[in-house]
């Protein structure tokens, strides 16, 4: 059974930073593209970035570009998101995703983590 288990959410003050990991177990980590998304109250669940399975590629929404960071460690079955600079409008429940490609795991991921919140106070 695949879980994906996000971590690291909280309350933080805008220009602030926070770092979300998400732990994979149930399939083969070092073999899948993993991504995040979010998803504000009253709007849609939208993409937030993306990294290949060898950590070589990476894809971010544009609203993040130069803010938000994704890493991973195959030998920790690991995934990372590091947000700084963070604002109100990134408030939002954060999922982690995972998707047998790059391209997959950014449109349509195969498997969700259950989110996290995360909550940037003006």
């Known amino acids: 059974q695949v879980q994906l288990v996000e971590s690291g959410g909280g309350l933080v003050q805008a220009g602030g930073s926070l770092r979300l990991s998400c732990a994979a177990s149930?399939?083969?980590?070092?073999?899948?593209?993993m991504g995040w998304f979010r998803q504000a109250p009253g709007k849609e669940r939208e993409f937030v970035a993306a990294?290949?399975?060898?950590?070589?590629?990476?894809s971010y929404a544009d609203s993040v570009k130069g803010r938000f960071t994704i890493s991973r460690d195959n030998a920790k079955n690991t995934e990372y998101l590091q947000m700084n600079s963070l604002k109100p409008e990134d408030t939002a429940v954060y999922y982690c995703?995972?998707?047998?490609?790059?391209?997959?795991?950014?449109?349509?991921?195969?498997?969700w983590g259950q989110g996290t919140q995360v909550t940037v106070s003006s």
């Open positions: 990294i290949s399975w060898s950590g070589i590629r990476t």
């Open positions: 149930g399939l083969p980590f070092n073999s899948y593209a």
């Open positions: 995703a995972a998707g047998n490609t790059i391209v997959v795991v950014t449109t349509t991921p195969h498997y």
